[in-house]
């Protein structure tokens, strides 16, 4: 059994997901013919969490703006993706920094016609705050094509949905989804730490880069690098 078909046997309250971080056996590195950029320059093999080369984790969430559920992986041999995590209190400008990526993004691949063959995910992991309408005035307040077909705002249902994707799932740090009480915003009862990964995933289902700090990624690097994918 190969590790996408794994991991879509296991299921958590209606989505698809793993317990157990993604080091050791469940890491398969692919070959150059599965990829369509080179390696990177920083390696990120040792790391839990998917990276070069490695099949990207099928997961289903809804969206609750189309009021249809998304599978990742029902965008492979379709679709190359960019997925990162969010919230839409985020009180620092990171989340807002990160969907700014995916939208220009999005915004060059309807301007060179390739809108079709890519697909933009942002992934909230405060669904109790994150209501359908809160995501939809938060994307459109940052110009994002809600209309387009290829941009899906997901939503867990539960909080503790959201932390087993982060953590058993994406493998990313562990408590990097614990609510923050003691906060210098009075506005906000909580906040979070930051999590600003943005994940290049190939229309075969394999990872072509990690921005690990996705919020400062140069944005025409990211997206000559998607653009080289989708086309590629």
């Not at 990171?94 to 990526?101: E, I, K, V, Y």
């Not at 408590?175 to 290049?200: A, M, N, R, W």
Request: aromatic letters at 10%.
């Amino acid at each position: 059994m190969d590790r996408r078909t794994y991991l879509g046997s296991a299921g958590v309250a209606g989505l698809t997901s793993v317990a157990g971080c993604l080091g050791g056996a469940l890491k398969s590195i692919r070959g150059d013919d599965d990829t369509v950029l080179g390696p990177p320059e920083t390696d990120l093999s040792e790391a839990t969490h998917p990276s070069y080369g490695d099949e990207y984790p099928a997961v289903s969430v809804p969206d609750p703006l189309s009021g249809e559920t998304i599978s990742t992986d029902q965008f492979e041999g379709d679709r190359t993706v960019l997925m990162t995590f969010l919230y839409t209190n985020c009180p620092d400008g990171m989340c807002p920094a990160l969907t700014l990526r995916l939208r220009r993004a999005q915004e060059v691949a309807a301007e060179k016609g390739y809108g079709d063959e890519a697909a933009f995910l942002a992934m909230t992991f405060d669904p109790e705050r994150d209501t359908a309408e809160t995501l939809r005035t938060f994307g459109e307040e940052r110009s994002v094509d809600l209309d387009a077909g290829n941009w899906h705002f997901l939503r867990p249902e539960r909080y503790e949905e959201a932390q087993s994707i982060i953590s058993d799932t994406y493998g990313l740090p562990e408590g990097s989804l614990e609510k923050q009480y003691d906060t210098e915003y009075e506005q906000l009862e909580y906040t979070f730490p930051h999590l600003p990964y943005i994940f290049l995933v190939n229309e075969k289902g394999i990872v072509e880069r990690v921005y690990v700090r996705g919020h400062t990624v140069d944005i025409s690097r990211l997206v000559d690098d998607f653009e080289t994918v989708v086309t590629g």
